[in-house]
């Protein structure tokens, strides 16, 4: 198997940029081992990150730092891929990031703006947020593996 250097990316928290990180995420994920089926969740958990980021984080400006890092994830059972997102925040606590929505509410129950953290929940296999140790911000990492699960037929 040929070894995959990481990608790295620096935005500027405009959100006319996003398009620009999901198109490197789903090729990335894709030429990583990852079938499309699994590509679109990381995706969507991606764009949600930025989203808040920029959103609650940056408080919609559009001029800050935004770092994404893409590597390749490779076990013995698994193929997958590592999103690493890194911001210049200074107000955020990575401990007051939680899903507002619980597991047994309907969607009509979920408050404003608490999708976004339960998108990432559901989406990916694993995510930590915790402060940057060399810089200020967070950082947000993300882990996608390829599903064992053969895909189901639509109804």
Do not use: F
Request: charged fraction near 25%; include cysteine.
């Amino acid at each position: 198997m040929s070894h995959h250097a990481p990608i790295a990316i620096r935005i500027n928290s405009d959100p006319a940029n996003l398009c620009v990180v999901r198109s490197a995420v789903e090729s990335a994920a894709q030429r990583w081992g990852l079938p499309e089926r699994d590509c679109h969740p990381l995706v969507l958990a991606v764009d949600e990150a930025l989203t808040n980021i920029i959103r609650h984080g940056y408080a919609c400006r559009a001029d800050e730092p935004i770092y994404v890092t893409l590597s390749p994830l490779h076990t013995e059972q698994r193929q997958g891929i590592e999103v690493i997102i890194e911001d210049e925040t200074t107000n955020i606590d990575p401990s007051s990031i939680k899903s507002k929505a619980r597991e047994s509410a309907s969607i009509d129950d979920v408050k404003p703006g608490g999708l976004g953290v339960s998108i990432i929940e559901k989406s990916v296999d694993h995510h930590r947020y915790e402060r940057r140790l060399d810089a200020k911000g967070l950082r947000l990492t993300l882990h996608k593996y390829a599903s064992t699960v053969p895909a189901q037929p639509a109804p």
